[in-house]
């Protein structure tokens, strides 16, 4: 079972940044797992923040594109990041991670880090 936590969300202002951490406990079979960050405000639907694939290539959502990079750590590929910039009220939400089988058969949530955007 892979267990998923997120991490690094809280309150900041307007224009200020966060920088969120993501680790997945395992990959079961040594394959390593697509990880994506996804946000859901309260009466939205969840939707696409950010995904980097086993094979590093990164896929933004059109909420937060040119305000958000994810990364996967160097040394602890079960660990991704996700860097936020000029940080807008509307982006306040609840920011979930999915640690994603590249084969599709399984994927592993995370109970999400708060994110508030607020002055």
């Known amino acids: 079972q892979v267990q998923v936590a997120e991490s690094g969300g809280g309150l900041v202002q307007p224009g200020g940044s966060l920088r969120l951490s993501c680790t997945a406990s395992?990959?079961?079979?040594?394959?390593?797992?697509?990880m994506g960050w996804y946000r859901q405000a309260p009466g939205k639907e969840r939707e696409l923040v950010a995904k980097?694939?086993?094979?590093?290539?990164?896929?933004y959502g059109d909420s937060m594109k040119g305000r958000v990079t994810v990364s996967r750590d160097k040394t602890k590929n079960t660990v991704v990041y996700l860097q936020m910039n000029s940080l807008k009220p509307e982006d306040t939400a609840v920011y979930l991670c999915?640690?994603?089988?590249?084969?599709?058969?399984?994927?592993?949530w995370g109970q999400g880090t708060q994110v508030t955007v607020s002055a």
């Open positions: 980097i694939t086993s094979s590093g290539i990164t896929y």
């Open positions: 395992t990959f079961p079979y040594g394959v390593l797992y697509n």
């Open positions: 999915a640690a994603q089988s590249p084969y599709g058969d399984s994927s592993y």
